[in-house]
Every structure is written in C-alpha cells, then in structure tokens.
C-alpha cells in the first residue's frame, strides 16, 4: 500500500489577503504551504510605479547619521517604516530617526512618529510646510543632514530652500495610498469573512487594514467584521505599526518577531495550525481546520454548514449538542431541518458514520468515550 503524501500545514484553510503591494509573493508562500488564497485589493498605490527610490533613499539615510528628519505626513511617515519593515531594515531605520531631530508637519504626522515610538521635537501650530521650513532655516542648517519624508509629490520649495541654506537633503518619495479602482474583489472578501469561509486575514500595511475598516463601515458591516476578526479570523500584521488601525477597534493581531512577508506567512501558518482542535472519536484522530477536517491523515473538504456543526460538537467533545444549539451555530442560522441535512452531509464528507452519533429526542455528539 502506498503512503499518502503528508498534509500541506495550511492545507483545508482560505486566507484573505488585501494587499496592493506584494501580494502574489505573500499568496504564493501561503499556497505553497497548502492554503486557498482570495484576493481582495484595499488600496492602490500612486503615483510611483515601483519603491526603488524610497528603498535608495532610506539605505542612504542609514548609511550616514542625519541631523533633521521632516514628517510631512502621517500616512507618509508610516508608509516609509511599513516599507523598511518589509525589506528587514525597520529596526535599523527608527533608531536611526530616534538619533535625529524629528519634526512634523502636524498631528497626523506627529501621530504617526509616536506610533514608532520616537516623539517629535518641533511640530508648527500652523500645520503648514511654510512655517516648518521656516523654522529650520532661523535654527540654522548648514552643513547639517536633512531628510524629507515627501507624499504623492515633491516639494521643491521646502527642499529647494534648505539647501541654499547650505543643508545636504535627501528626499524620501512615499507612496500614495487610495481606495482600489473596483472595490468589488474586498467588497467580496469581507462577505467570505462574514460567511466563515475565510480562516485568515494578513495585512501588509495599515493603510490596507483601515481601508478594508472602512469599506465594511462604508457597507453597514464593520460590527459584524469587527466581531468575525476579533471571535473566529486569525488576523496577522507584519509590525506594530501595520496593526495600529486594527488595534484601535479591538482587533487582537499577531506578528512575526522579523518585519519580512516569509515571516509573515510562517507566523499564519503556526498561528492556524496551533489553534486547530484535535480529538478521537470512534477510533480516529480528527483535526480540524477552516474549511476541511484531516482525519487519520486524510484530508476531508467540508463545506461552511457541516464545518460548522462540527465545530460546535468540538467544542466539549462527547457532550450532546441540541438541534436548537446547532441551528444558532449555522451560518446564517436556519431551522431545525437544516441541521439534520448538514449533519448527513458532515458524516459523508468525513468519510465515516460513526464520528457522528444521534443521541435520540436530545440532540448529536462526537463518538468520545467519556
């Protein structure tokens, strides 16, 4: 007899993933480990085509120690060490900002500073870069080292200044975030969330994580996705930073102790393996995850209303569960006849009868000795 292969560790999970920058490379490593990938774009990115000047830009600013370092924008501000996370140069990054003199345009920025946990040491009342770089210039810049965090465009005359003031500058381009050109693939995916046929969600930037908040609140369902990310999805976050909008309604998160998208898959596929319950009943070991059961080995697909029936068995196994439980545990709820079509369906999909007992007049349990 030949053996089977060994389960893929993500294998039988759905992992949602919202991403505009560097999406396939997160969904491959996670199909690669087995799991079903669907794509929901938050955002996308303008005006630049690709990040190699933002990258050259922050490997300058490591290579040397800076004076100034002028957040003109929160969004920018975090774009910027969202980025440097993803490229393992996070660490290296704040605490070469902690060494300068952080100024922020205004509270947004100085928000965004405070959430990399350094603190700012000027921010203009006005909020305009007009005074900001007024400021530098009567605090006297030359021969200091200034970087200017820009966002969507440049600013000639802010830069333009310092450095006929004698300050060497470099210009750091972030990109821009906005909503995605057809919102129907998230719109989509939250539905999948709310549905139970999303098991994970990873998010690669907070501008993504807020843009999906605010989709659902946008649609009447931010409770409702609130309460599935915080109760059943495991939700994971490349950094701290990344979590922040997630974090501010409640959402608990995971991360990787490195800011990389390898790390990040790794951390899913621990997180959903971990999480997943493993009993015997009748004589065989069951696993389950998301959205099928591994039974002595042997991956079983089930589908949303069986999963989630046995879900609510597994929850004390042996116990006798009544039909009334069940109905409530059905996706959607339904009547009492629903729960007997999908106890049918999860002994055919388990690929044995017995798992499954009907205890007469009560209700269904797992077959546990007790």
């Known amino acids: 007899m030949i053996d089977s292969p060994p389960t893929l560790p993500l294998a039988g999970f759905a992992v949602g993933i919202t991403a ?27 005006p630049l085509a690709d990040d190699t000047e933002l990258h050259a830009a922050t490997e300058r600013l490591l290579a040397e120690p800076v004076d100034v370092v002028v957040a003109t924008t929160g969004i920018g501000f975090r774009g910027w060490v969202e980025a440097a996370e993803g490229w393992g140069l996070g660490e290296a990054l704040v605490e070469q900002l902690g060494r300068a003199s952080l100024l922020a345009r205004g509270p947004k920025a100085r928000g965004a500073i405070r959430a990399a946990g350094l603190s700012e040491s000027y921010s203009p009342a006005s909020e305009s870069s007009a005074e900001l770089v007024q400021h530098l210039l009567e605090s006297g810049v030359e021969g200091q080292r200034i970087a200017v965090q820009l966002h969507g465009e440049p600013l000639p005359y802010f830069v333009e200044s310092l450095r006929e003031a004698g300050a060497e500058v470099i210009e750091v381009p972030v990109y821009r975030w906005v909503g995605p050109s057809d919102p129907g693939p998230l719109d989509r995916l939250i539905d999948a969330v709310l549905d139970g046929s999303v098991d994970a969600m990873p998010f690669t930037s907070a501008p993504a994580a807020a843009s999906t908040l605010a989709m659902a609140k946008r649609t009447g369902r931010l409770a409702a ?8 999805v495991l939700v994971a976050c490349v950094g701290p930073i990344t979590a922040a909008p997630l974090a501010a309604v409640g959402i608990p998160t995971v991360q990787p102790e490195r800011a990389r998208i390898g790390a990040l898959a790794r951390t899913v596929a621990q997180a959903l393996v971990e999480r997943s319950p493993r009993l015997c009943a009748a004589g065989r070991q069951i696993e389950l995850r998301g959205q099928a059961a591994i039974v002595d080995g042997h991956l079983r697909e089930v589908a949303p209303a069986p999963m989630a029936v046995l879900r609510a068995l597994a929850r004390e196994p042996g116990r006798v569960v009544s039909r009334r439980e069940l109905t409530a545990a059905l996706p959607g709820g339904g009547e009492e006849h629903a729960v007997e079509t999908a106890i049918g369906r999860l002994r055919t999909s388990l690929g044995e009868g017995k798992l499954v007992q009907t205890v007469v007049k009560r209700g269904y349990r797992l077959a546990v000795e007790r």
Do not use: C, S
């Open 225 to 232: 996705l609130v309460e599935a990310l915080t109760r059943r």
């Open 20 to 46: 505009a920058r560097r999406a396939d490379e997160l969904g491959a490593l996670l199909v690669r480990k087995g799991a079903t990938v669907r794509y929901g774009p938050a955002i996308r990115i303008v």
